[in-house]
């Protein structure tokens, strides 16, 4: 089935200690998003990439950062968590190709700050 | 500056019985709108949406109704089953001409079937 797939699921950290979360998809499709959601509160978007095309929100803090070396795979790096970075990361992915489409989610990354 | 409005955090509702959830939004350049469900420990699933084009759209159990002169919408579920117990977010997008699409997500809505 094709999916969208997040690595892990549960990450623990030390605080100021660096961190990735990585999401690969095999669904294709050319853009790919990267969520914060923390509990009883709605998802809230901390970048996009629209093919190769970065784009930050503006009140994504600058600790955050993304890469996305090919179509599949897209990262979320998080340079000195704070305890305020302890939160559910939700990667989404959407073809822009053909109007008006759902966003596919992950199951997410928990991230929890020591 | 919450431009999707969930006001019920928590719904109950017995088997067999319809449900109906409600959304309220802020932002007339909304286009696009989205129902997403999510169960404990997995990522949100899409469940149905509605373009602003339309009024009602359907697909079995679940039906979703928008009126934009008083910018809601809701979701129906009828009849609702104890696999319906999840947590249902409201979602809306504007998007541009260059195809970026951006959501805007409710708090989200915590449905209880009780069998």
């Known amino acids: 089935d094709a999916m969208v797939i997040q690595n892990p699921r549960y990450q623990v950290t030390q605080f100021g200690k660096p961190v990735t979360l990585s999401c690969s998809q095999t669904l294709n499709h050319n853009v790919m998003y990267w969520y914060q959601q923390k509990s009883s509160q709605a998802p809230k978007l901390l970048f996009h990439y629209y093919d190769k095309d970065f784009n930050n929100e503006a009140d994504t803090p600058d600790n955050f950062q993304s890469r996305r070396p090919n179509t599949s795979f897209c990262f979320l790096d998080i340079r000195s968590p704070g305890l305020g970075d302890a939160a559910m990361y939700l990667c989404a992915t959407r073809s822009s190709l053909t109007g008006n489409q759902p966003q596919h989610f992950g199951d997410g990354t928990r991230l929890s700050i020591l | 500056d919450q431009q999707v409005k969930q006001n019920s955090p928590s719904l109950s509702v017995q088997e067999g019985r319809i449900s109906i959830l409600n959304c309220d939004y802020t932002?007339?350049?909304?286009?696009?709108f989205l129902w997403y469900k999510k169960y404990p420990a997995e990522g949100p699933t899409f469940l149905i949406s509605i373009s602003s084009i339309k009024d009602k759209n359907e697909d079995g159990r679940f039906t979703v109704f928008l009126n934009k002169s008083a910018k809601h919408l809701s979701l129906h579920i009828v009849p609702s089953q104890p696999g319906d117990s999840a947590v249902y977010f409201c979602?809306?997008?504007?998007?541009?001409?260059?195809?970026?699409?951006?959501?805007?997500f409710g708090t989200g809505t915590k449905l209880q079937v009780i069998p």
């Open positions: 932002n007339s350049m909304f286009d696009y």
């Open positions: 979602a809306a997008s504007e998007e541009n001409s260059g195809g970026y699409q951006k959501v805007t």
